[in-house]
């Protein structure tokens, strides 16, 4: 059994933010939610984050965990003071504990499942995660013998010249046998330069203690300030490009795409220059997105290409063409082999298989059948001031250059808009409305007062 408790009750100073450190977004999530997301294949007993600045505020953020219990920390005065709040949460409790950092959000979910294995296999009373890193000031040193077995852990801060040479550095996620560590907790001391209360120092007592290298280094990174933000961005686009890669899907110029992890990418797909993947978005095999596109939450189907736009909340069908600068957002629909071309907005509305919006148009809150053809410039005049209304168009109907259809207002199917036209009633199908004056044309006239 396993419970774990997330330290997030630090200020995070040196963010110079009003916001709390843990809430700050990294490619689509809080530093938080990540650290939260990466122990969910453990399947904890219980969670505890513990929280002390802005606390309210950390609640929350977290309001889609339900499972998650808040433990205040009222004064930060370390964090094996942070850790021994948790002990009255914990009484009775006989299994193990998992301690982690609320601002080390790269975690992997198998690192976790990894220390918690040799945690059990070991039958330790901790076993702490480890790195060999190639730049460690800043971060706790750990020492071991010559056997590898866990001798102490010494702060950065408290550390010789001579300790310093040590690369191998404590990455602040622990796994303790509960009932040893809760004898030890009540016991710490604040002697250190800092005058805190260090949970490294609860492992220094126990015994057996082992370490797990963490093999990919960046995995453990911690971030204290917004350049270190920016470091950790940087390491997850590496992390998501080569993950997309590897499973077939091209790149072309990756320092120039950012994906979100919540994304999925199918084989087979090309991603072209500045082009931006966001929430939950699926590109289906064969698509080709971009240039200069942004998809977020959307869902791309096979064999579509996207140029130079933008979709929001929408989803294009399997062979449709969108772009250059198309926006889709709302719910927008786009159906099977249609195109969405230059200029055109789609808010909120069905397209039908085949359709073709090609030019300059607005289209909100609208029903389109299939193969109909929309006229350059064409809009729904969706919005009375007050309220939105409906437009429906039927199969196969066809609108001529500058229409505006005042909604709400159906067209039938097969129907044909003349140029210009301001449709306010309903058509029937196979009709021909002309809803404009009759163009008039007065011969060898001069404008009055001339001679
Ligand atoms: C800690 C470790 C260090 C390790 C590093 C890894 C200690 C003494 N040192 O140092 O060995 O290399 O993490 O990133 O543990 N927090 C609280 N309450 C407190 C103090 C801190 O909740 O009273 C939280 C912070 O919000 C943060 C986490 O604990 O999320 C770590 O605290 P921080 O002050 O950043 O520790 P480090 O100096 O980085
Ligand atoms: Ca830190």
Redesign the pocket.
Known sequence: MVAVA???????TRMKSSLP??LHPLGGRSLIERVLDSCRSIEPKRIFV???YQGEQVKKALDRYPNVEFVE?A????????VQQVIPHLEGFTGDLLVL????PLLRSNTLENLLNTHRERDNAATILTAQHPSPR???RVFCDSQNVFQQ?V??RDCTDAQKQNHR????IYCFDWVKLSEILPKLKTNND?G??????AVNYLNPVTVVDVEDYPE?F?I?DRKQLATAYAILQTRLKDTAMASGVTLVDPDSITLDDTVTIEPDTIIEPHTHLRGNTVIKSGSRIGPGSLIENSSIGENATILYSVVADSIVKAGSRIGPYAHLRGHAEIGEGCRIGNFVEVKKSQIGDRTNVAHLSYIGDANLGERVNVGAGTVTANYDGVNKHPTHIGDRSKTGANSVLVAPVTLGEGVTVAAGSVVTEDVPDDSLVIARSRQTVKKDWKPSGKQ
């Open positions: 997330i330290l997030a009750a630090g200020r995070g450190k843990v513990i929280v002390g920390q004064q930060q005065l370390g964090t094996g003071h942070a950092n609320g601002d080390v800043g971060y706790g852990i702060e950065d550095i404590n990455a602040g800092q805190e209360y260090y949970i490294t120092d453990i911690g204290n």
